[in-house]
């Protein structure tokens, strides 16, 4: 029911704003088209600016930011502001009225917890959440050992001697790149797996299912939780649950100071990565029809697809459990035989990818900054983590049931409101 509620509103709110966005544009031509000229301009005078350095920079991006006024500074003169802030309001309710209408909470089968599960947790993850949470206090409460990772302490050892000495399950409280590695060797023993949320943006939690905003709660996975399982990705035989950065975001993270000041060192790395003898020539790969290339601004090898600028569940993948990698490469890159220009942005997928080099490549493996050796060899290891999900969490992707384009949505909001959508078993998490 309230995903039928959330489907109406958004029908109905969005074909209000809609007219009334219309209608806006009508009252005030030709000023509707001015703004637009003033928001182009913007777009290129930033991209101009962020390619380069020094004076042509600051031009660039001083254009930008006229162009934005000029907008802005039009829309309040013309005395219809108001209308204009309603236009932008009814956006945000018909987005959030639709992200609600595609929320998913799968129903997974209860399994027996295990008699000695462990939970592994850093203290200084996401500011300091394990101990903001008390959540030694809280899984020892549960039945679950806690085994804090201390400074100079391997994560891999302490996990291993934690099976030697019998424990059945495995947690994880911690980032991504910790996750990994707990994952990594659940999924070698065959051992029950619950990821915790207590890391700074938790990207992984959140694709299985997990609510990162219940940091506790997600223990109640190895006392009556459900399972599914999902997949993992490596590269050169190192595991990843998320995914590995090639260029742009990999260059700034090696950089000195890139914590201190992270957006100027990015920006100081564009220019390297795009413009004339960036370092977007030194990567080699081949694309999903066997051609040759090199380069790309960025390249983004990922557990399963994700899904990219999309309104609804950007930024998320729909499954981790559909055996593939997901390849994104973005920037223009260099054609094969032909030696074409190739359109700036391709995703695809495929079971394994290679990227080789002349030399080292930065990487940011899970967010973790590293130097890999090349040739880098990418591949799925389908079905292979058994994963506990907590039964009053989600148990899926935000996207999981979220249609992939504007067609597709509007007709699947319809069928929510009418109460025939598809069924969410269609897109619930595979088990195996």
Request: proline residues 5%.
């Given at each position: 029911m309230r995903r039928r509620m959330a489907?109406?509103?958004?029908?109905?709110?969005?074909?209000?704003?809609?007219?009334?966005?219309?209608?806006?544009?009508?009252?005030?031509?030709?000023?509707?088209?001015?703004?637009?000229?003033c928001v182009v301009i913007a777009a290129v005078a930033a991209w101009?600016?962020?390619?380069?350095?020094g004076i042509a920079r600051v031009v660039g991006l001083a254009v930008a930011a006229l162009a934005l006024a000029g907008a802005v500074i039009l829309l309040v003169v013309g005395g219809k502001f108001g209308l204009d802030l309603f236009v932008v309001v009814g956006l945000l309710v018909?987005?959030?009225?639709?992200?609600?209408?595609?929320?998913?909470?799968?129903?997974?089968?209860?399994?027996?917890?295990?008699?000695?599960?462990?939970?592994?947790?850093?203290?200084?993850?996401?500011g300091g959440k394990a101990a903001r949470f008390a959540i030694a206090?809280?899984?020892?409460?549960?039945?679950?050992?806690p085994i804090e990772?201390?400074?100079?302490?391997?994560?891999?050892?302490?996990?291993?001697?934690?099976?030697?000495?019998?424990a059945d399950g495995l947690a994880m409280a911690g980032g991504d790149g910790s996750q990994a590695i707990v994952a990594a060797i659940a999924a070698e023993r065959s051992l029950p797996y619950a990821c915790i949320p207590a890391g700074t943006r938790n990207h992984f939690?959140?694709?299985?299912?997990?609510?990162?905003?219940?940091?506790?709660?997600?223990?109640?996975?190895?006392v009556d939780g459900g399972e599914r399982v999902v997949d993992l990705a490596e590269v050169n035989g190192r595991v990843f649950v998320n995914n590995v950065s090639l260029g742009l975001y990999a260059e700034a993270v090696q950089r000195s100071g890139y914590r201190a000041a992270k957006i100027r060192t990015l920006l100081d790395t564009v220019p390297d990565a795009l413009g004339a003898g960036g370092s977007e020539l030194d990567m080699r790969w081949t694309g999903p029809g066997g051609d040759?290339?090199?380069?790309?601004?960025?390249?983004?090898?990922?557990?399963?697809?994700?899904?990219?600028?999309?309104?609804?569940?950007?930024?998320?993948?729909?499954?981790?459990?559909?055996?593939?990698?997901?390849?994104?490469?973005?920037?223009?890159?260099?054609?094969?035989?032909?030696?074409?220009r190739q359109r700036p942005w391709r995703e695809w997928s495929a079971?394994?990818?290679?990227?080789?080099?002349?030399?080292?490549?930065?990487?940011?493996?899970?967010?973790?900054?590293?130097?890999?050796?090349?040739?880098?060899?990418?591949?799925?290891?389908?079905?292979?983590?058994?994963?506990?999900i907590a039964q009053h969490h989600p148990g899926s992707s935000p996207s999981a049931l979220a249609p992939e384009g504007l067609r597709d949505g509007l007709a699947e909001l319809v069928r929510i409101a009418l109460g025939r959508d598809r069924a969410a078993a269609s897109s619930a998490p595979r088990r195996h």
């Open positions: 489907a109406v509103v958004a029908l109905v709110v969005g074909a209000a704003t809609l007219v009334l966005a219309v209608t806006v544009a009508v009252i005030h031509f030709p000023r509707g088209l001015v703004v637009l000229g101009f600016g962020l390619l380069r350095r018909t987005l959030a009225a639709t992200r609600a209408s595609f929320a998913a909470h799968v129903d997974l089968a209860r399994v027996a917890p295990p008699e000695h599960p462990v939970l592994f947790f850093n203290p200084r993850s996401g206090k809280e899984a020892r409460d549960r039945g679950i050992e990772l201390k400074a100079g302490d391997d994560l891999e050892t302490l996990v291993r001697d934690a099976v030697a000495q019998g939690a959140l694709d299985l299912g997990v609510d990162r905003d219940d940091v506790v709660g997600a223990l109640d996975a190895f040759g290339h090199r380069g790309g601004a960025a390249l983004l090898v990922s557990n399963n697809r994700y899904r990219l600028g999309r309104a609804v569940g950007s930024g998320t993948r729909p499954r981790i459990d559909d055996g593939v990698l997901g390849i994104t490469v973005m920037g223009a890159y260099a054609g094969g035989e032909q030696g074409h079971p394994s990818f290679e990227v080789d080099a002349d030399r080292q490549l930065p990487a940011g493996v899970d967010g973790e900054a590293l130097v890999l050796d090349t040739p880098l060899q990418f591949r799925i290891r389908p079905g292979v983590l058994r994963v506990r």
